[in-house]
């Protein structure tokens, strides 16, 4: 079980940016799936963004073109690049490594994100 630190959020107005972090002590963070996942009051977690170990990138269609998932291998940490920001963004963002698709560790605290208009 891999601890899972995620940071960054806040409250900002729509058409805002914000970047999250998240750092974590998987041993094997360099050939890591890792994703960011988002869940509102209500609804169920959603996968919004991954990022394979050689690269590979993946959106859910509501982020295309606003969000931008990065990684530091050396700092064993994944970004979220959030811009323009809509108020249905508004969510705890949380991060965990994939597999097959799948989060595999216990979930971290997450952060909240909250966008106003």
């Known amino acids: 079980q891999a601890q899972l630190v995620e940071s960054g959020g806040g409250l900002v107005q729509a058409g805002g940016s914000l970047r999250l972090s998240c750092v974590t002590s998987?041993?094997?963070?360099?050939?890591?799936?890792m994703g960011w996942y988002r869940q509102a009051p209500g609804n169920e977690r959603e996968l919004v963004a991954s990022?394979?170990?050689?690269?590979?990138?993946k959106y859910v269609d509501s982020v295309k073109g606003r969000f931008t998932i990065s990684r530091d291998d050396a700092k064993n940490t994944v970004y979220l690049q959030m811009n323009s920001l809509k108020p249905e963004d508004t969510a705890v963002y949380y991060c965990?490594?994939?597999?097959?698709?799948?989060?595999?560790?216990?979930w971290g605290q997450g952060t909240q994100v909250t966008v106003f208009s």
């Open positions: 965990n490594r994939l597999i097959f698709g799948k989060a595999l560790y216990s």
């Open positions: 998987e041993i094997d963070f360099r050939s890591s799936a």
């Open positions: 990022i394979r170990s050689d690269g590979t990138l």
